[in-house]
């Protein structure tokens, strides 16, 4: 079964501390692999996109990791701010049929100043 | 968020009355998609669209039926609303399956739907 789990469920951190969200697939076929932020009250947005050939991807303070032979990606978060307080989704696209992306839970992450 | 709205923003319905939610586009894409947020779950997909008048179930479909007459609008019914309904629904929209292009799949602002 196509399944994503997200650790931890949530994270409290202070301004200016780095930290690292965790994403673990068991989608297969692999397409792509995305993470979103959700601001409270608001849709998801992108922040980055990693296809199966890419292992790192960054996005201002945010760089994501994939690691496509142990099905692993993480979304490192440096020198945090007040505004990164969001839930951040990883979603995994796989290939084949109509309809592909299976969504994780998320990280609600809250930044203390 | 750019090329997608979702109206209404906010509603309040009573159990048993239909409801219909609109999701529009600019974007002139293929793919639309409604989701269903709840505490505790990943987005959840209700229906989806692959073109003007073609639609498919998701995981949670019951209780909901959607249109696509024109490629840039995408509508979510209710048919009879249930307690159970109360939830945040979001549309997306795709170029492609599986776009690779970071904005490739794009989210709606939400329509936060309460059933009393």
């Known amino acids: 079964k196509n399944q994503v789990e997200q650790s931890p469920q949530s994270l409290i951190i202070l301004e200016g501390k780095n930290c690292t969200l965790q994403?673990?697939?068991?989608?297969?076929?692999?397409?792509?692999l995305r993470w979103y932020k959700q601001d409270t009250g608001r849709g998801p947005v992108s922040l980055t996109i990693?296809?199966?050939?890419?292992n790192t991807k960054s996005n201002g303070r945010y760089t994501a990791t994939l690691d496509a032979d142990t099905k692993q990606s993480s979304l490192h978060i440096t020198a945090s701010q007040l505004s990164d307080s969001a839930s951040y989704i990883c979603?995994?696209?796989?290939?084949?049929?109509?309809?592909?992306?299976?969504f994780g839970t998320g990280t609600r992450l809250k930044v203390l100043a | 968020d750019a090329g997608i709205t979702q109206s209404p923003r906010h509603k309040v319905t009573e159990t048993g009355t239909p409801v219909t939610l609109r999701c529009h586009q600019t974007?002139?894409?293929?793919?639309m998609y409604w989701y269903r947020q709840d505490p505790g779950h990943g987005l959840r997909l209700i229906h989806y669209?692959?073109?003007?008048?073609?639609?498919d179930k998701g995981e949670v479909s019951d209780g909901y039926s959607v249109s696509r007459s024109k490629t840039e609008d995408f509508l979510l019914t209710l048919e009879s609303a249930t307690s159970s309904q109360t939830s945040v629904y979001f549309c997306?929209?795709?170029?492609?399956?599986?776009?690779?292009?970071?904005?490739?799949?794009?989210f709606g602002s939400g329509t936060r739907l309460t059933v009393v």
């Open positions: 979603v995994v696209s796989a290939r084949g049929g109509t309809y592909k992306y299976i």
């Open positions: 669209s692959y073109g003007v008048k073609d639609t």
């Open positions: 990693m296809t199966f050939s890419e």
């Open positions: 997306a929209i795709s170029e492609s399956p599986d776009s690779p292009r970071p904005n490739g799949y794009t």
């Open positions: 974007e002139n894409h293929r793919y």
């Open positions: 994403c673990n697939y068991t989608v297969s076929p692999f397409s792509n």
